[in-house]
């Protein structure tokens, strides 16, 4: 893509409006990932709330030369990125996964280490979708017992078998009215 074709598609942009599609759409966070703007964009308004969000913005010329271990968007391009609302259960987590390359590596410490969180019972109350089951798993993967409880309208139904056969317990349902929801909390 052309200079010109990205300070096209990103003219009269906001930049809440840019970065709620492209996390709705590939279920990624932005903070603390790069994003590649053209030189003429990176003192925009764009780019400063950007910033404010926590990305790192780069050149776009140098995106391909920058750390490559930070995860990164092209503004112009990022309407192309994958729709990770179109995946099912583990394809959803798996592409989760990909993107959370410090979640894993901490995770991965923890089951290293003696004890680690071995025979460890952890409850937890999140809203449940592919990032957090990514976490999830990676808890139950140190050797801890977890347990998740999640309010029917905060679950994702995608992930709840996939988390349940790596043996997490799942405590949530769509469904649930408040006093289904209340038992369900208790129970964990």
């Keep these: 893509m052309r200079p010109s074709d990205c300070e096209n598609s990103l003219s009269g942009l906001r930049f809440d409006d840019w970065a709620c599609r492209l996390s709705q759409r590939t279920n990624r966070s932005l903070a603390g990932s ?26 776009h010329k140098k995106a391909d030369q920058t750390d490559s271990a930070l995860p990164g968007f092209d503004a112009a391009s990022a309407a192309d ?3 990770a609302t179109a995946l099912e259960g583990e394809e959803a987590i798996v592409h989760a996964a990909v ?9 991965a410490r923890f089951a290293q280490e003696e004890p680690g969180l071995r025979h460890a019972r952890i409850a ?3 809203v449940l979708e592919p990032k957090t089951s990514v976490f999830l798993e990676a808890l139950a993967d140190t050797g801890a017992r977890v347990g998740v409880f999640c309010e029917g309208n905060a679950v994702d139904p995608r992930v709840i078998e996939p988390l349940r056969r790596r043996g997490v317990l799942v405590e949530a349902d769509p469904s649930w009215d408040t006093e289904q929801s209340r038992t369900a909390a208790l129970r964990l």
Excluded: Y
């Design 99 to 107: 993107h959370m390359p410090v979640t894993r590596t901490l995770l």
């Design 34 to 59: 790069r994003l590649a703007l053209p030189q003429d964009l990176r003192d925009s308004d764009f780019a400063r709330q950007a910033r404010q969000w926590g990305m790192v913005v780069t050149d």
């Design 124 to 126: 937890t109350s999140l």
């Design 81 to 83: 990125a994958p729709d």
